[in-house]
């Protein structure tokens, strides 16, 4: 896999971004919760087919391997849910991962079971794109982006693009961005947060139910929202799980579900770097 860190001066040149500016702070983007009836089976899935690799804990997996030093590579994991709506619908669209030949890729989800939306076209300014959905209904965006291969992005769905990724922003800072000149974008190292013009319904309850980001002082991300006048949904734990987390959850701007982890006690946690 290529280098976490791109240089600015490269993305402008070969993704057409216009306009990056940084937020006031960054959180570093840590995982994405699916829905699934049998978590089991969708986990094996993506491991055969989306080059998954094992991830923290047992039902974690990973799309780059673990170097044994912080940042943490961004997480998947199921949760068991027998009639959650699809993702097409949410405010959590989908998410989207990298590949050199998107045509094969998609004939290969194709025979392991997935339904093609859209087959591979040119995006202007940006990728080759295809878009297909999974067996459990988790809509995934294929795209051909040469400098950025596994995970890719997540893309929401918000009737205001502008004032959600202020919203984002604020909480999280990143790197925001201008793809392809029109299509707004926060970038988080490696991984993007895409903000789509559309209706999104609140993703709880849905194949992608929500998303997560790895604050390294929970309390101090606290102080911050305070301070922006964002409210938890689910207060911050007060001692870690018996994963060794500390977690809290909020709603964004436009209804997505936001988990937060501190990594306190876990062993990837105590990992400095």
């Not at 799309?63 to 405010?91: D, K, W, Y």
């Not at 207060?235 to 500390?246: A, C, V």
């Amino acid at each position: 896999m290529k280098t976490r860190l791109l240089l600015c001066s490269v993305l402008v040149i070969l993704m057409g971004v216009a306009g990056g500016t940084q937020g006031p702070q960054t959180v570093p983007y840590d995982h994405i919760h699916l829905a699934a009836p049998d978590p089991e089976q969708a986990y094996d899935w993506y491991v055969a087919n989306l080059e998954g690799q094992e991830g923290e804990n047992p039902g974690r997996m990973v799309f780059e391997p673990f170097t044994g030093r912080r940042p943490l590579p961004i997480q998947l994991m199921h949760i068991e849910a027998p009639n959650a709506a699809p993702s097409a619908g949410g405010v959590i669209h989908s998410i989207g991962f990298s590949f050199p030949d998107v045509e094969a890729k998609v004939r290969e989800l194709q025979s392991a079971g997935a339904s093609v939306v859209e087959p591979a076209r040119d995006i202007p300014g940006l990728w080759k794109q295809a878009v297909v959905v999974d067996p459990w209904g988790v809509t995934i965006e294929l795209v051909e982006d040469a400098d950025q291969t596994g995970f890719h992005h997540i893309a929401l769905q918000v009737a205001d693009p502008e004032a959600a990724t202020d919203w984002f922003l604020s909480a999280f800072g990143g790197e925001r961005l201008k793809l392809g000149g029109s299509l707004d974008a926060l970038r988080y190292d490696h991984t993007y947060l895409l903000v789509r013009q559309g209706q999104g319904a609140p993703s709880e309850g849905r194949a992608i139910d929500h998303l997560g980001w790895m604050p390294p002082d929970l309390d101090a991300l606290g102080a911050h929202f305070s301070d922006t006048g964002v409210m938890f949904t689910r207060e911050p734990r007060p001692t870690p799980n018996r994963l060794g987390h500390r977690t809290a959850y909020v709603e964004s701007h436009g209804g997505a579900r936001i988990e937060l982890v501190e990594h306190a006690a876990c062993a990837w946690g105590e990992v400095g770097g």
